[in-house]
């Protein structure tokens, strides 16, 4: 019905940079708030960002002045810009969005997730 991919993960070294990537496709009929969650090894899922369909943002304390997150509304996609990248931002990335489709309103769904890794 919905399907979110994500794509662009991958090993980079500190102080390095990766753009996020995840395109949005299915039944759509509108595209609410996306964001990015990460999920390091042994912890709990966090918010890494959020967007409205306005633009409106909002980053983790930790991802500050060092991430960006943007969308395409007409490519129903959103996208995270890392930069000055450290060892602890490695984690499984996975991106979210609030849509309504042609049978149900309101529901988040989910990406599988892409791996970054922050290592030298």
Not at 56 to 69: E, M, N, Q, W
């Amino acid at each position: 019905q919905v399907q979110l991919v994500e794509s662009g993960g991958g090993l980079v070294q500190p102080g390095g940079s990766l753009r996020l990537s995840c395109a949005a496709s299915g039944s759509i009929l509108r595209i609410y708030t996306m964001g990015w969650y990460r999920q390091a090894p042994g912890k709990q899922r966090e918010l890494v960002a959020t967007i409205t369909s306005d633009s409106r943002t909002t980053y983790a304390d930790s991802v500050k002045g060092r991430f960006t997150i943007s969308r395409d509304n007409a490519k129903k996609s959103v996208f995270l810009q890392m930069n000055s990248m450290k060892p602890e931002d490695t984690a499984v990335y996975s991106c979210n969005a609030y849509i309504d489709t042609i049978v149900e309103a309101h529901k988040y769904y989910w990406g599988k997730g892409t791996l970054v890794t922050v290592s030298s």
